[in-house]
């Protein structure tokens, strides 16, 4: 579903600290002020935005031709209760429930034995042992929080900065990791990054939107909560807090924004290759060389920084003037993430934050949150000991010939694209045969032996971790790929296309009804698991895939005029989308969604390609479960995210905008002029 991120340059450990916060949701049925409570939903063009259950009125009259993802989902969208905790809830979530059932048997089973068992049922039980959380109290993080408190010069700043051991745990201002080479994928790339916004996104600060205030209120809840529990009144912890958001507005200026980051020149922005010696010459307040040295990047024959004018203005303001604001900057991070670990009065304080951002309510339980930890700071071992104790490999060697099918099925597709030139054709089918298949889970994983939580306590654990991760990203530094090695976590209910492997990840998470069972029949499996696969390939060739080449790398292989011609259709794609109000004035941004909705439309036709293969094929089953496999209900603050942040359209729009663009789903369901589905021929947008 989604195709690798461009923004995740981030240290290893930091980017699972901050992931994860997102799946904390919530207690305490929080008073916000309503997000977009005045906000009209209804009026959306030329469908109505049926992932939100509260447009879903008995008045509706369902029809495939009219509204086909209404007409099959209505039933069950407008019965189903977002569960507790959650922002959403449709089959992805159900898949994953799935998955914290079968994986919650391994956590809880005594007689298993094993290092990595040894690791996750360690962190398990330490994360459920509440009885010592709660005697300790906020005590874990009071030496940390009293050592920042007492920096008092710019000096002082660096040398804690520059400390590992100090600053366990503490959120980086900027820092160093590696991660693949874009013009070399073969090798690593040492980075350079900014340690990010609190507010998430450098837009919020040039003009806050309605996402950038829930953020606000949220982690200020937070922050007032925690610092009150070392002793800060509301005002000073609100003053501490404005100071910071603040600084970060200055640092906004000269940065990307998230739109930036979904853009399709975004590699050739961020690809900036320098020294050490001349990021040192950028930045030369900032302790570069000492962060080097002491993180284990010094050697880096080349530091790759992302956003050098980011950079110089983080430089300007690293002054002793700025001092107060920077030492915010780290201690209302670190009690961030130390609300995670802390006794339960922090946990609530970090739920609530969650609950006011993603609009959710309730909270999930011990268990549940438990393991969504165990998955997101110990994914290799989880993933290992899931593997050994459910046998997948039949699964495994299925769902490979599956996506070989697929692949098969793409070479027809690229070679009937009469658009294309025979060179450019020729170069497309050999990126196709080169794509690497990561089916369900991988042969060869990281050696987790060096990490040992013997009795360390919770927060112990979570240091041994990071300092276990620093150590891993470091040793890569100049070093080569190991492509068998996957990034990706296999237990998440998803699927992934790599640019710089060009590898598919269709991976065991997924796995579940109604993507994937035993017994599933043709139609179901291509309208579920295949269309997955579907999507995944033609990542490949979607605008930012387009521009790497069957090694990964980035590397133009176009000619000039069949190049032109890809982005004119894309560009045809992007209005179309433009053209789609979700409400009364609320237009989908075409721009944003271009690459999944290529993606998800190259997937329906190279699957409905094998379908025309397949005697008696009955394409209303197939449709059908196409247009399950997106039934989904939202929170509004969760459907205005995916408009403002997210490359993926609207569950809705991912099933009526993709089926209208093929002459199958006219004929099945008689689609004609004038049908809410009809779109004129000369009209339909799909770019392959
Ligand atoms: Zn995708």
Redesign the pocket.
């Known amino acids: ?3 690798a991120s461009f923004k995740k340059h981030v240290r290893r450990f930091a980017s699972v600290a901050l992931a994860g916060q997102m799946l904390l949701l919530t207690l305490s049925g929080c008073s916000l002020k309503g997000f977009n409570k005045n906000i009209d939903t209804t009026g959306g063009k030329p469908w109505i935005c049926s992932d939100l259950q509260e447009n879903l009125t008995p008045d509706l009259v369902l029809s495939p031709v009219d509204d086909f993802h209404l007409y099959v989902n209505y039933d069950w969208a407008s019965k189903a209760i977002i569960p507790e905790g959650y922002s959403d809830y449709g089959v992805h979530t159900m898949v994953y429930e799935e998955t914290v059932k079968k994986a919650t048997a391994i956590l809880t089973d005594d007689s298993l034995e094993g290092h990595d068992i040894e690791l996750v049922q360690s962190f398990y039980n330490n994360y459920l042992d509440w009885e010592t959380r709660n005697a300790l109290g906020v005590t874990p993080a009071q030496e940390r929080f009293d050592d920042i408190v007492s920096i008092n010069s710019i000096e002082e700043y660096s040398k804690f900065i520059c400390d590992p051991k100090r600053n366990s745990m503490v959120p980086d201002l900027v820092f160093f990791s590696n991660d693949v080479d874009f013009s070399n994928s073969d090798s690593y790339a040492t980075w350079l990054n900014f340690g990010g916004f609190y507010l998430g996104d450098a837009a919020e600060y040039k003009k806050r939107t309605e996402q950038g205030d829930r953020y606000y209120e949220g982690l200020l809840s937070l922050n007032n909560a925690m610092l009150g529990r070392f002793g800060y009144s509301e005002d000073d912890a609100k003053k501490m807090f404005d100071e910071v958001i603040k600084f970060e507005g200055k640092v906004a200026d000269s940065s990307l924004t998230s739109a930036d980051y979904m853009g399709t020149d975004i590699v050739d922005k961020i690809n900036n290759v320098y020294t050490l010696e001349e990021v040192e010459k950028l930045a030369p307040n900032l302790p570069i060389k000492e962060l080097a040295e002491n993180y284990g990047y010094d050697e880096a024959s080349q530091i790759i920084v992302a956003e050098p004018k980011q950079l110089e203005r983080l430089n300007d303001l690293y002054t002793e003037e700025n001092l107060e604001a920077l030492k915010g900057y780290l201690l209302v991070r670190y009690l961030r993430v130390m609300s995670r670990w802390l006794d339960n009065e922090a946990l609530e304080a970090n739920l609530s934050a969650a609950n006011i951002i993603f609009g959710s309510e309730g909270r999930q339980s011990d268990e549940q949150l438990a393991f969504g930890f165990v998955r997101e700071y110990l994914t290799t071992p989880m993933d290992k000991a899931y593997v050994e104790y459910y046998d997948c490999s039949e699964t495994k060697e299925r769902i490979t010939k599956l996506c070989e099918n697929i692949i098969d099925s793409y070479r027809e597709v690229i070679s009937g694209e009469d658009w294309l030139s025979e060179e450019t054709r020729k170069t497309a089918i050999e990126k196709l045969d080169s794509i690497k298949i990561n089916a369900v889970y991988p042969d060869k994983w990281e050696d987790y032996s060096d990490l040992d939580f013997t009795g360390l306590s919770l927060v112990e654990s979570v240091e041994a971790m990071e300092d276990f991760y620093l150590a891993l990203d470091a040793k890569n530094t100049n070093g080569l790929v190991d492509k068998d090695l996957w990034t990706v976590d296999i237990l998440e209910a998803n699927a992934y296309y790599a640019p710089t492997e060009n590898s598919i990840n269709i991976i065991l998470g997924l796995l579940g009804d109604p993507f994937y069972y035993e017994g599933i029949s043709d139609e179901e499996l291509y309208g579920g698991i295949g269309m997955v696969i579907g ?1 995944e390939v033609c ?1 490949a060739f979607d605008t930012n895939g387009a521009q790497f080449d069957k090694d990964g790398n980035y590397e133009f292989w176009w000619t000039d005029d069949d190049y032109k011609a890809f982005t004119s259709r894309a560009e045809k794609l992007i209005k179309y989308y433009d053209k789609i109000e979700v409400w009364k004035g609320q237009s989908v941004i075409g721009k944003n969604v271009q690459t ?1 909705a290529i ?1 998800d439309m190259g997937g329906m036709k190279a699957v409905l390609n094998i379908a025309a293969d397949i005697d008696g094929f009955d394409y209303d089953k197939f449709f059908t479960a196409y247009s399950i496999s997106w039934r989904e209900i939202e929170s509004r603050e969760s459907v205005y995210n995916i408009l403002t942040q997210d490359p993926h359209p609207l569950c809705y729009l991912r099933v009526n905008s993709v089926v209208q663009q093929f002459q199958e789903f006219y004929d099945t369901y008689g689609v004609k002029e004038g049908d809410g589905m009809y779109l004129a021929p000369e009209d339909r947008v799909a770019v392959w």
């Open positions: 579903m989604k195709n999507h990542h999944e993606a």
